[in-house]
Nanobody, 116 residues
Framework: QVQLVESGGGLVQPGGSLRLSCVAS????????MGWYRQAPGKQRELVAT???????NYADSVKGRFAISRDSAKNTATLQMNSLKPEDTAVYYC??????????WGQGTQVTVSS
């Protein structure tokens, strides 16, 4: 059993910042990667950013230069620092972890709303 718990969402004005955190617990060994995805109303879930066990990062073009993902492997946590937020960043943000054997686990999601 693997659990992912996200925190840090909320309401922020355009141009503001938020930090999302994800903590993984349970039967987790050799995490391959952790990442953040988001889903806006009426849209498909999309990748935001991922970070591998070796620290390699990958970002959606829409967030490059504004968002930064980091990871604390010892604590099984992943953090997404979001700066210069735009209304189009409004979505439910989900944490996902990838484990060996093509096993993927998702968190319950946290709402991010960017509005004046």
């Amino acid at each position: 059993q693997v659990q992912l718990v996200e925190s840090g969402g909320g309401l922020v004005q355009p141009g503001g910042s938020l930090r999302l955190s994800c903590v993984a617990s349970g039967n987790i060994f050799n995490i391959i990667s952790m990442g953040w995805y988001r889903q806006a109303p009426g849209k498909q879930r999309e990748l935001v950013a991922t970070i591998s066990s070796g620290g390699t990062t990958n970002y959606a073009d829409s967030v490059k230069g504004r968002f930064a993902i980091s990871r604390d492997s010892a604590k099984n946590t992943a953090t997404l620092q979001m700066n210069s937020l735009k209304p189009e960043d409004t979505a439910v943000y989900y944490c996902r972890t990838a484990l060996p054997g093509f096993r993927y686990y998702w968190g319950q999601g946290t709402q991010v709303t960017v509005s004046s």
